[in-house]
């Protein structure tokens, strides 16, 4: 009997479409459904548009030390990219920036996000590094 590979090859694009769609399911079941907001920012980082680090105050130590930790919103990550970025300066100067991340939905197999930055002003925000691998790296900076 001689093979059909007419017949093997469209079972093998079936399969195959089927996986991927599959696959895309998986993905959007991972998406974190929810708004995240941070508080205690001390510093804005802007890596490149649409990709920010904070330094947030975490506490204080038992000697009085601040102690600070980082969080990142970041377009790019696997699977996870950023409608808007938007900067609100209505954060009174004596009051510690925030910002807020929300969930807005799913295409395809990316989970896609809104976020604000609540500043002081736009001078609270600063250059930072980025590495895109074999592409390149460099530093973003502040134009004033």
């Given at each position: 009997m001689v093979p059909n590979y007419g017949k093997l090859l469209r079972m093998s694009a079936v399969l195959m479409t089927l996986s991927a769609a599959l696959l895309g399911c998986a993905q959007e079941a991972?998406?974190?459904q929810s708004t995240r907001r941070i508080d205690n920012?001390?510093?804005v980082f802007?890596?490149?548009p649409k990709s920010y680090s904070f330094l947030i105050h975490f506490v204080d130590s038992d000697?009085?030390?601040p102690i600070f930790n980082v969080v990142r919103f970041e377009d790019g990550k696997k699977f996870s990219h950023y409608l808007s970025i938007v900067f609100v300066a209505d954060v009174a100067p004596e009051n510690p920036?925030?910002?807020?991340?929300?969930?807005?939905?799913?295409?395809?197999?990316n989970c896609i996000y809104s976020?604000?930055?609540h500043i002081h002003s736009p001078a609270d925000i600063s250059g930072a590094g980025w590495n895109h691998?074999?592409?390149g790296s460099g530093q973003t900076n502040v134009v004033e």
């Open positions: 991972e998406c974190k920012i001390a510093r802007m890596h490149q000697d009085g030390y920036m925030w910002a807020r991340e929300e969930f807005v939905g799913v295409a395809g197999e976020a604000e930055i691998g074999k592409s």
